[in-house]
């Protein structure tokens, strides 16, 4: 059982940065693929960035729409995956989640088998 928390959504403008963060729970954090999803008001719920777990090489996937603008890194030894957000646009404003799974490398959000409560990014124009 994993439990996650995120933190540090909040109101920024255009142009503006923003870094979340996820805590988990549990000792196997290491062996979790960690991803963020967003949600947009009356949107389904999508995929922005993935990292692998624990290895030897560091492997990151970026949905088009974010790529170049956010950074996704864990920091296993603090249980903590974060998403660096920079050059926010307003379409960018949405409910982030982080979510952690043991299927692989993968995008869809059935493939992940928890998630955080949510926090709230809204960007301003």
């Known amino acids: 059982q994993v439990q996650l928390v995120e933190s540090g959504g909040g109101l920024v403008q255009a142009g503006g940065s923003l870094r979340l963060s996820c805590a988990a729970s549990?000792?196997?954090?290491?062996?979790?693929?960690m991803a963020w999803f967003r949600q947009a008001p009356g949107k389904e719920r999508e995929f922005a960035a993935y990292i692998n777990r624990n290895g030897a090489i560091t492997i990151t996937r970026y949905a088009d729409s974010v790529k170049g603008r956010f950074t996704i890194a864990r920091d296993n030894a603090k249980n903590t995956v974060y998403l660096q957000m920079n050059s926010l646009k307003p379409e960018d404003t949405a409910v982030y989640y982080c979510?952690?799974?043991?299927?692989?490398?993968?995008?869809?959000?059935?493939?992940?088998?928890?998630w955080g409560q949510g926090t709230q990014v809204t960007v301003s124009s």
């Open positions: 979510a952690a799974g043991m299927q692989g490398l993968r995008i869809g959000v059935r493939e992940y088998d928890y």
């Open positions: 549990g000792r196997t954090f290491s062996s979790y693929t």
